[in-house]
């Protein structure tokens, strides 16, 4: 079987849930983890984890969204934890893309959040956007005491190696397929597969063929083949090692 590793069960571009969830079981995806981006799609993603025993969920502040946060929102995820299928806190990181004038409460945020981890015995679930460098700082000096993961990774190999060093794994969705993604694909090809994952990131993201439409968790078999074809090996191996990672992370 595949576990997606970060999808947004929570975003409404997804009207029907259950069938949702069905075509990923019929792809043989049987475990998926939603990702929170606020308290508010975090509270939503574990109301969707009640009603599918193989949905599990993280709870997070995004870095896009730390303009909004509470001042006690650190209670609520605190709060949200005691649910037994929160496996990580996340996804938290920096993001400065489209806004970095705010780098400094984006910083707060995150190390309040993975000390929040910490306290709790819980992995990291990190998003990182043109940020890559403040995110290894922080990493260094505020490192998770779980073994974590940074999703959809784009950084170098080199920066990679230094995140291994920090117990990171990665996860690697419907970029890995596109024609332009050279720099994602020569990091799948040098990293070990002890420290790989799938992910498909939806709604968003979808692999080729369906790239421009809307992601579905059913699609990470897709994701897989074409791992298993940049490090050369069978996608069977691909299923077997990524599933095996997943569930040693996350504890599903």
């Given at each position: ?10 975003d ?27 308290i ?73 959040q ?17 940020a ?26 080199e920066?990679?190696n ?42 968003y ?48």
């Open positions: 079987m595949f576990v997606d590793v970060h999808a947004h069960l929570n409404e571009k997804f009207e029907d849930i259950e069938k949702v969830v069905e075509r990923a079981k019929n792809a043989n995806v049987e475990k998926i983890i939603t990702a929170g981006f606020d508010e799609s975090s509270l939503k993603n574990i109301e969707i984890a009640k009603k599918y025993e193989d949905v599990f969920v993280t709870v997070g502040v995004h870095p896009e969204m730390v303009d909004e946060v509470e001042e006690n929102y650190l209670e609520k995820l605190k709060e949200m934890c005691k649910f037994e299928k929160v496996v990580a806190i996340g996804e938290i990181g920096l993001d400065y893309h489209f806004k970095d004038d705010n780098k400094e409460l984006q910083k707060k945020v995150f190390i309040e993975i000390e929040l981890a910490n306290l709790l015995n819980l992995p990291i679930v990190v998003h990182s956007r043109d890559m460098g403040d995110t290894l700082e922080i990493l260094k000096e505020h490192t998770p005491v779980c073994p974590s993961l940074l999703h959809c990774y784009s950084g170098s190999i920066s990679a230094e995140f291994i060093k920090l117990g990171f794994s990665f996860s690697f969705g419907g970029v890995v397929t596109f024609n332009n993604a050279k720099n994602v694909v020569k990091v799948v090809e040098n990293l070990p597969i002890e420290k790989i994952m799938l992910e498909t990131d939806c709604p993201m979808a692999p080729v063929p369906y790239r421009g439409k809307i992601n579905e968790p059913c699609f990470v078999p897709l994701v897989a083949k074409k791992i298993a074809e940049i490090k050369n090996i069978e996608i069977e191996k691909i299923e077997e090692k990524t599933t095996k990672n997943a569930k040693k992370m996350f504890k599903i």
